[in-house]
């Protein structure tokens, strides 16, 4: 069975500091992990995914995430924060051969000016 | 090129009336899915389609959903005798294939209020 657990429901960071965004996941085969946004009253949009390849995966808008099997962990990261990176965002997980994603309960992000 | 669209964006019905939601997918892709996103309970699947092949309603939550892709394309999600449990932001998503590495791309999604 797959499932993911986000850790924070709320993560506030000032403008230009880095971004930590928690993200374990559970899953009974090969797992494909992805990382969606959703800004106020937008659609998902995707920022970037893991699908085996290299563990270090980087999304757009300067974010990226590291796919850590030991820990089962793929968290998000970037380097320095922008206003526009408020928003919520969602770790997803789906497993080979299982076609549903299963979401985690988000991290809404707030960046302080 | 267009992205998958959904209408209407917004719906507001009185409890026990049928709505209908619609899902336009991305031209081309095969595999079209329905989530439900709600106060409470995050965002849950309801509902794929590949091409031909029977749907897996796994996710539906109760024998008033129900959904249809006709011609491999459009997809209509209906729920009878609406409750106000059914309250939610419903988005559309499809994708290429049904292979596990492929990204699912979502609509804006349809937001039904049930009074």
């Known amino acids: 069975a797959q499932s993911v657990t986000q850790l924070d429901s709320h993560v506030s960071v000032s403008e230009g500091t880095p971004v930590l965004l928690r993200c374990n996941y559970s899953?009974?085969?090969?797992?494909?992990l992805f990382w969606y946004v959703q800004h106020p009253n937008k659609g998902l949009q995707l920022l970037l995914k893991?699908?085996?390849?290299?563990?270090l995966v980087k999304g757009i808008n300067g974010f990226e995430a590291e796919f850590k099997k030991s820990e089962t962990s793929f968290h998000l990261t970037k380097p320095s924060a922008h206003m526009s990176d408020a928003a919520e965002y969602f770790c997803?997980?789906?497993?080979?051969?299982?076609?549903?994603?299963?979401f985690g309960t988000g991290t809404r992000l707030t960046i302080i000016p | 090129g267009a992205g998958v669209s959904q209408s209407p964006s917004n719906k507001v019905t009185e409890k026990g009336k049928d709505v209908e939601l619609r899902c336009d997918p991305i031209?081309?892709?095969?595999?079209l899915y329905w989530y439900r996103q709600s106060l409470g309970q995050g965002l849950e699947f309801l509902i794929y389609?590949?091409?031909?092949?029977?749907?897996?309603k796994s996710g539906l939550p109760s024998d008033r959903f129900s959904a249809e892709r006709t011609g491999g394309s459009v997809s209509t999600l209906t729920i009878q005798r609406t409750q106000q449990e059914d309250s939610a932001v419903y988005l559309c998503?499809?994708?290429?294939?049904?292979?596990?590495?492929?990204?699912?791309?979502f609509g804006p999604g349809t937001r039904l209020t049930v009074l």
């Open positions: 997803v997980v789906k497993d080979f051969g299982n076609e549903k994603l299963t």
């Open positions: 899953s009974s085969y090969s797992p494909s």
């Open positions: 031209s081309g892709h095969t595999a």
């Open positions: 893991y699908t085996s390849a290299a563990t």
């Open positions: 389609f590949q091409g031909n092949s029977a749907p897996d």
């Open positions: 998503a499809s994708s290429p294939s049904l292979l596990s590495t492929d990204t699912q791309y």
